[in-house]
């Protein structure tokens, strides 16, 4: 063979043996990423169930301490938490040492101090847990049953970007009315038997007040992020306009995304793939209200999308609002985490996961079965609209790796 033929075939195989090496190691990873993603799926299934204990096996005895300590740029809380039901427990059990108005907003809350300093954040209830709510698909009051519902969907889900959240009944007259407020305190009223408040927001108004029965009223308390992790606002770029007869750039232009994806943070970075994370989260819990999301401040791109305020969630579950997917089907990408995830919740999982995750809570059943029904079908219109994106692209285009090693420290 001429000097310049074995040239040419050696130059072949060398190739060919750089391809088959890339491939295989390519694969070796893919299948261990994989194997890893079905590992922690496991130990999520394993830890579901949260009994709310008192007692602490932690260096720390304050379990304001602990859940402070837990949070990270990319997670409120990490994947295990041995310390999560001892904390949930003070959260509904601690005594409440002020109570004010809520914070800025639309919606009706008040702001609660606990004993040991921490600040919670109080939902009335305003459903009972068979109603259906009409109309837009971001109408009606906030529901506190879905705030606890989206926090363990987000465990369920690997996300770990919503704050804590669980089921408090609070006396009216005992717990909250010694030690609120003026400002609180003259939003206090009597209907028929019942103590009543409408506290101060945007919608709140005298004449449709949150009513305890009789003082006794179910809520829902959100732990407070540490003061040392101030947050910053950002409007969504899917958000809506909220203004009949006028839509927003996403809902009449296919290409939308193109023009996401050259603006900061969403051109480089995890944000844009947060964004996808969070659109499936909505769409499953039916919450079409996200117009803004908020992460932590100075972040240049890098923080989480924090998941917070979730009550416009599971009102009507017959209602599966499709436009709530707009971002996974306009950039048609998603993270290889959280499409294993998803496939390992199919065939009635994501249904009984959730249901265990809320078994203990103390306002169980916190869900009617009607909107866990619609939380399966939900997941399955998901697949299916990955499925249409790597049928067009190809998976390698759709899959995206996207895998952070976190610390806790």
């Not at 101090?113 to 109309?135: N, S, T």
């Not at 698909?137 to 770990?160: C, S």
């Amino acid at each position: 063979m001429k000097l310049k033929q074995r040239v040419v075939v050696l130059a072949i195989l060398l190739v060919i043996f750089i391809f088959t090496k890339v491939f295989l190691i390519d694969n070796l990873d893919s299948s261990a990423a994989n194997r890893e993603d079905q590992r922690a799926f496991h130990r999520m299934m394993a830890s579901l169930r949260v009994e709310l204990d008192p007692r602490l096996d932690h260096t720390l005895q304050s379990p304001w301490e602990i859940a402070a300590q837990w949070v990270v740029p990319r997670e409120v809380y990490p994947e295990e938490t041995p310390e999560l039901g001892a904390v949930m427990h003070a959260m509904t059990t601690k005594k409440i040492i002020k109570a004010d108005v809520g914070y800025k907003g639309t919606q009706l809350k008040a702001l609660l101090i606990l004993e040991g300093g921490q600040k919670v954040v109080f939902k009335p209830k305003r459903y009972a847990r068979d109603y259906v709510v009409g109309g837009e698909p971001y109408a009606g009051y906030d529901r506190h049953n879905a705030e606890v519902a989206a926090f363990h969907l987000d465990r369920i889900l690997g996300f770990r970007r919503a704050p804590l959240v669980v089921g408090r009944f609070v006396n009216l007259r005992t717990e909250i009315k010694p030690v609120a407020t003026e400002q609180l305190l003259g939003t206090f009223m009597t209907v028929g038997n019942n103590t009543c408040f409408y506290g101060k927001c945007y919608y709140c108004r005298e004449t449709e007040p949150a009513c305890a029965d009789g003082d006794i009223m179910e809520g829902s308390v959100t732990l407070w992020l540490p003061d040392v992790w101030p947050l910053q606002k950002h409007r969504h770029p899917w958000g809506r306009t909220y203004r009949e007869g006028k839509l927003a750039r996403w809902e009449y232009d296919e290409s939308y995304c193109d023009a996401v994806k050259k603006t900061s943070p969403y051109d480089s970075g995890p944000r844009l793939l947060d964004i996808i994370d969070t659109a499936i989260f909505d769409y499953l819990i039916g919450n079409a209200d996200r117009h803004h999301y908020e992460s932590f401040q100075d972040d240049e791109g890098a923080s989480m999308l924090i998941l917070l305020d979730n009550a416009k969630s599971f009102g009507n579950p017959a209602l599966d609002e499709r436009s709530i997917l707009a971002p996974l089907y306009q950039c048609c990408i998603i993270r290889v985490s959280t499409w294993n995830r998803l496939n390992s919740l199919k065939n009635g999982v994501l249904k009984s996961a959730l249901k265990t995750a809320m078994s203990h809570d103390p306002i169980s059943p916190v869900l009617s079965d009607p909107h866990l029904d619609a939380l399966d079908q939900r997941l399955l219109s998901i697949l299916a609209t990955v499925k249409q994106c790597t049928d067009q692209f190809g998976p390698d285009v759709v899959l995206v790796e996207d895998r952070m090693t976190l610390s806790h420290l």
